[in-house]
């Protein structure tokens, strides 16, 4: 790489930082180029992106930006895992960590917030936007769900008692 690509590279690394919401670094050390394309395949399908970084680029990449705290997590063969959306890439990342040993969680950031592994895994676990929205529509749809139960209630128990009745009448 010459020096103007570097330069490039570290541009478009900065833009990166600056606009995505979650940034989570990973150790890829021993990952196979099929492993490595099936978690990019699966970060895409989520929303998400991943990225291998040369460490030196990368740390002058976040001067200036919110995960400047980051740079000192930067060793070993370091990959970026990225998302706007703040749970895709720690639930995409965590999920293929569990599955495959040689994909380690370094730590990450949401914000300016910078976060351990433990942090990373808890974001994981949290439930997505569109959960939460699906359990909102639900909690906000139950009540009149089971005020039309009510409602209907009565109706359906006085055609029972008529309809009983009259099939006394007919046996009579």
Known sequence: MNRSEKEQHVAALNQLFDDVGLVVLTQYSGLTVAETNELRNRMREAGAGFKVAKNRLAKRALAGTPYSALADMFAGPTAIAYSNDPIAAARV????????????????????????????????????????????????????????????????????????????????
């Not at 592994?117 to 699906?134: F, N």
């Open 93 to 172: 990342s965590v999920g293929f960590a569990k599955d495959n040993d040689k994909l380690v969680i370094v730590g990450g950031a949401m914000g300016g917030q910078a976060l351990d592994v433990a942090g990373v895994k808890a974001l994981a676990a949290l439930p997505s936007l569109d959960e939460l929205r699906a359990k909102l529509i639900g909690l906000v749809q139950a009540p009149a769900t089971k005020l039309a139960g009510v409602i209907q209630a009565p109706a359906g128990q006085l055609a029972r008692v008529m309809a009983a009745r009259g099939a006394q009448d007919e046996a009579a």
